[in-house]
C-alpha cells in the first residue's frame, strides 16, 4: 500500500497567519490527492481534490499544490474556524489510504 | 442536497458481527459508489472498503479483508457495511461517504461501534 506522510503532526498559529502542511506520498500518485478538514465530533469535509482543484463552497484562502510524490495544503490567513484537524489523502489506486493528521492549534 | 444519514450506535462482544446502514438522499445511489471509513478513539482516518456505482465491484482494505462486505441496496437507496467475527481494535466510528468523480465527497454523520466485553 502507499504511505502517506504528513509533517508537522501538530502546528501551533495564530490569527492571520499563513499556514503550511506537507504530505509526501511513498510513490507516485499523480495528482489524486484530496484534503479533508475535520472537527472534533465531526465528520471530514472535502476541501481539495486533485491536488489543486478547490471544492464548490470552500473559502479561496485555501489552496492546495504539488504533484507525484510531494503535496501542500496551504492556509493562507488562518481564521478562528480553521483549527481543526487536517488530513490528505491518495485515490491513486484502488486501496486508499490517509495521512496520520496534522492538528492546527491556536498558538 | 446530498445526505448520508447513518444508524446508530453499536455495542457489540467480541466475535460477534455488526451491519451499519448508510441512507443516502438527494442523489441516485445506483450514480456513485460508496466507500467507508473508520476512526479508532482519538486516531487517523483508516479506509475499509469502497463499491463502484459502475460495476459493483468492491475492494477492502487488507486489515479486514474476510471479514467485511459492502453492500448496496438501490430499492432503499441505503449501503451496508457488515463486520464479522469483532474484535476489540475494531472499536472505532464509522463513516460512509458518496465516491464522488473518484473521491470521497459528501459524508455520513458517523456511527459509532463499540467492541467490548
Known amino acids: 500500500d502507499i504511505q502517506m506522510t504528513q509533517s508537522p503532526s501538530t502546528l501551533s498559529a495564530s490569527v492571520g497567519d499563513r499556514v503550511t502542511i506537507t504530505c509526501r506520498a511513498s510513490q507516485s500518485i499523480s495528482n489524486w490527492l484530496a484534503w479533508y478538514q475535520q472537527k472534533p465530533g465531526k465528520a471530514p469535509k472535502l476541501l481539495i481534490y486533485?491536488?489543486?482543484s478547490l471544492e464548490s463552497g470552500v473559502s479561496s484562502r485555501f489552496s492546495g499544490s504539488g504533484s507525484g510524490t510531494e503535496f501542500t495544503l496551504t492556509i493562507s490567513s488562518l481564521q478562528p474556524d480553521d483549527f481543526a484537524t487536517y488530513y490528505c489523502?491518495?485515490?491513486?489506486?484502488?486501496?486508499?489510504?490517509f495521512g496520520q493528521g496534522t492538528k492546527v492549534e491556536i498558538k | 442536497q446530498v445526505q448520508l444519514v447513518q444508524s446508530g450506535t453499536e455495542l457489540k462482544k467480541p466475535g460477534a458481527s455488526v451491519r451499519v446502514s448508510c441512507k443516502a438522499s438527494?442523489?441516485?445511489?445506483?450514480?456513485?459508489?460508496i466507500s467507508w471509513v473508520r476512526q479508532a478513539p482519538g486516531q487517523g482516518l483508516e479506509w475499509v472498503g469502497w463499491?463502484?456505482?459502475?460495476?459493483?465491484?468492491?475492494n477492502y482494505a487488507q486489515k479486514v479483508q474476510g471479514r467485511v462486505t459492502v453492500t448496496t441496496d438501490t430499492s432503499t437507496s441505503t449501503a451496508y457495511m457488515e463486520l464479522r467475527r469483532l474484535r476489540s481494535d475494531d472499536t472505532a466510528v464509522y463513516y460512509c461517504?458518496?465516491?464522488?468523480?473518484?473521491?470521497?465527497?459528501?459524508w455520513g454523520q458517523g456511527t459509532l461501534v463499540t467492541v467490548s466485553s
Open positions: 463499491i463502484s456505482a459502475l460495476n459493483g465491484y468492491r
Open positions: 489523502h491518495q485515490y491513486n489506486t484502488y486501496s486508499w489510504t
Open positions: 461517504a458518496r465516491i464522488g468523480l473518484t473521491y470521497p465527497d459528501y
Open positions: 438527494g442523489y441516485n445511489l445506483t450514480s456513485y459508489g
Open positions: 486533485k491536488a489543486s
